[in-house]
């Protein structure tokens, strides 16, 4: 892929770039809409991802191309015009992290050119924008010599989605994008960013990933409704309980005190919140234990979860996720990403990856009227340098 890029920058940009990187997509293990109520995440970065060459120019002009969306063209705008523009399309992720990263106080004194690639699937909730917001503040680490940590980065990646995006997400997609390890998955407390990395090693088990093919686009969903809910929720509990997030609850104490949510649909995405919280980490000791039966248990509830108590999943996740859940050799599946579409994984046996992929291909097709996706992925590293 970088031979080709490299071929497309010098016919692009007339010249031939200086640095490369890569940064991977995400799956979640367990804990869905957990992040951003203060509770825990179980995330690994995967080997698809999306990989950047950049060059500095001596003027104040920047510009981006990629080849993922090649009918945008090269989106071209001045280092002094840092505004967000509809026009502009997906270029606004990189463009918001060099903002803040300016805001931030690093020196970016001139305009560069920029051509990325990614093989991670538009739109199915394995985090491309992450990916392409991580990407862009290590190229510009590089390219302009800038001493900033990964943990700032993180930080400045969630800002972009948060304040010029405008999705009141939280800090996991950055997170596993800047920190992941090859083999790894991260055990994250989302209040306190201490996490812990865990082996993925599932045995004779392997994670498939299933694509329900339906585009999502997170900022048109209904995930800063989500949140709202959730913040609803827990004013009301703040009324005679001392904490800073649901995820701060154990589900024995939310019982105790949920009937202090009168209305049943704020009660339930509580519910979700605080029971998912406490799946998480159930989760890390079954996989700790090699309980993969457990694990795959929790992975169940998760979507049982999602798809009653949050009502994020929907007709084409209900699909992958129940009919993964029945073939043999499967131990449990469930939704992952912000929900609304994207894709499922399952924790499926070796020698039947390939009856999980015909018979779920068999039923979501009869149901939804096209084919789903399955990608076998390895578990891989963090945002990282690539020599070119």
């Known amino acids: 892929m970088l031979a080709s890029m490299q071929t497309q920058f010098e016919k692009h940009f007339e010249t031939k770039p200086d640095v490369a990187a890569f940064a991977p997509g995400r799956i979640n293990l367990i804990g869905e809409h957990t992040d951003y ?75 560069f050119d920029v051509i990325v690639e990614g093989n991670i699937p538009n739109g199915a909730s394995l985090s491309s924008s992450a990916s ?56 994250l407390d989302t209040h306190t960013l201490e996490y812990h990395y865990v082996p993925t090693e599932f045995g004779d088990y392997t994670i498939s990933i299933m694509n329900t093919n339906k585009r999502r686009e997170l900022a048109e969903s209904k995930y800063n409704e989500r949140l709202e809910e959730c913040q609803k929720a827990l004013a009301l509990l703040q009324q005679e309980l001392d904490i800073e997030a649901l995820g701060h609850l154990d589900v024995e104490t939310f019982e105790k005190y949920a009937h202090l949510i009168e209305d049943e649909t704020i009660r339930r995405r509580a519910r979700h919140a605080v029971t998912e919280n406490a799946r998480v980490k159930e989760a890390y000791d079954a996989l700790a234990q090699s309980d993969f ?38 131990l449990g599946a469930r939704m992952t990403g912000a929900g609304f579409a994207g894709c499922a994984i399952a924790l499926v046996h070796q020698s039947k990856v390939k009856d999980l992929e015909d018979e779920v291909s068999r039923i979501y097709t009869d149901k939804i009227g096209y084919a789903p996706s399955f990608y076998h992925v390895n578990i891989g590293d963090g945002v990282k340098t690539i020599e070119l």
Do not use: C
Not at 53 to 81: H, M, P
């Open 37 to 111: 109520n203060g509770g825990y995440v179980f995330p690994a970065a995967i080997e698809l991802g999306t990989y950047g060459l950049a060059r500095k120019r001596e003027d104040r002009t920047i510009r981006f191309y990629s080849l993922n969306f090649e009918e945008k063209g090269i989106i071209s705008f001045s280092l002094d015009d840092l505004d967000y523009n509809a026009d502009h399309s997906w270029a606004n992720y990189p463009k918001g992290m060099v903002k803040f990263l300016i805001e931030a106080g690093y020196k970016i004194d001139s305009g």
């Open 132 to 187: 392409i917001e991580m990407l862009t503040g290590w190229l510009m680490k590089q390219l302009f010599n800038l001493d900033v940590e990964r943990l700032e980065l993180i930080q400045l990646g969630r800002k972009v989605e948060n304040k010029f995006i405008g999705v009141n997400s939280g800090i996991m997609d950055q997170f596993i994008v800047g920190m992941g390890q090859k083999d790894q998955a991260i055990l």
């Open 293 to 330: 039966e457990r694990f795959g248990e929790l992975l169940n509830q998760s979507h049982a979860s999602l798809k009653d108590d949050y009502e994020v999943t929907g007709k084409e996740l209900d699909t992958l996720a129940e009919s993964a859940q029945n073939v043999d050799g499967v």
